[in-house]
């Protein structure tokens, strides 16, 4: 239907609108480990990467153009959202006819936008651990629906800055002749920030809310997902707070 086509569309623009991103941290990081690192480069670097976020917060405004949230709620969401933790499945989904499991009961997670690249790419690329909160843990554990490359370079990426300088090391260290590169850091994590805000707005809209106003399909949403907002509600605080700190 129209609003299932709409919210996906919504999700591979915004992929588009990052694509220089991967390419943009790979460079930055090849920079940071060289001895002689070019600032002027990682300062354009981080502009672009900067304009990708901001891209992305404005295609995923336009969500609700396209989408309602009573039609996502009742007619998407029921296919995409999986089998993990989902009530109305407790024991999980029989895959009859696929021989590895037996006619086991499956448990797998279902679309969600924490399986893209970008932004676990650009939490490694500040060298943000991915066990600062609940929500970069759930992340972490997302890179298992990603296309096995795109979780081999998340890991590349978040190996080379564990290993050697993360920009937000660097933009410190530089921060007395080059205060360009930390201001463009801080940039960026608001931009994440504007970005998250969003989703966070969008889960209450299309999920939360429908829940408290369908009484017979409470079932819909359940602790674990309230958790999981609950928990990007709290990554949301300390990230800004965290900027705010630079």
């Not at 933790?85 to 499956?106: C, F, H, M, R, W």
């Not at 924490?114 to 972490?140: E, H, R, T, V």
């Amino acid at each position: 239907g129209q609003d299932e086509e709409w919210f996906t569309i919504v999700h591979f623009e915004n992929e588009m609108k990052a694509g220089e991103i991967p390419g943009l941290i790979l460079d930055s990081v090849q920079l940071l480990a060289e001895d002689g690192r070019n600032a002027d480069k990682l300062v354009e670097n981080l502009k672009n990467i900067i304009k990708g976020v901001v891209a992305m917060n404005k295609t995923m405004r336009r969500m609700t153009e396209g989408c309602d949230p009573f039609i996502y709620y009742h007619r998407v969401r029921p296919y995409i959202r999986g089998w993990k933790n989902n009530p109305a499945l407790p024991d999980g989904l029989i895959y009859t006819g696929v021989s590895e499991y037996k006619e086991k009961p499956q448990k797998f997670y279902g679309a969600t936008g924490a399986q893209s690249s970008i932004f676990p790419l650009l939490y490694a690329f500040f060298g943000m651990g991915f066990n600062k909160d609940a929500y970069l843990q759930y992340l972490k554990e997302m890179r298992e629906c990603m296309p096995a490359s795109h979780r081999r370079f998340v890991q590349f990426i978040e190996e080379a800055v564990e290993g050697g300088m993360s920009i937000l090391d660097f933009a410190k260290e530089n921060r007395s002749h080059n205060p360009e590169l930390i201001a463009l850091c801080v940039h960026c994590l608001n931009s994440m920030v504007e970005f998250l805000e969003t989703q966070h707005e969008h889960a209450q809209r299309y999920v939360e809310h429908q829940a408290q106003r369908s009484s017979a399909e409470k079932t819909n949403i359940d602790a674990g997902e309230i958790q999981l907002m609950r928990c990007l509600q709290n990554h949301i605080a300390y990230l800004r707070e965290f900027s705010r700190s630079l």
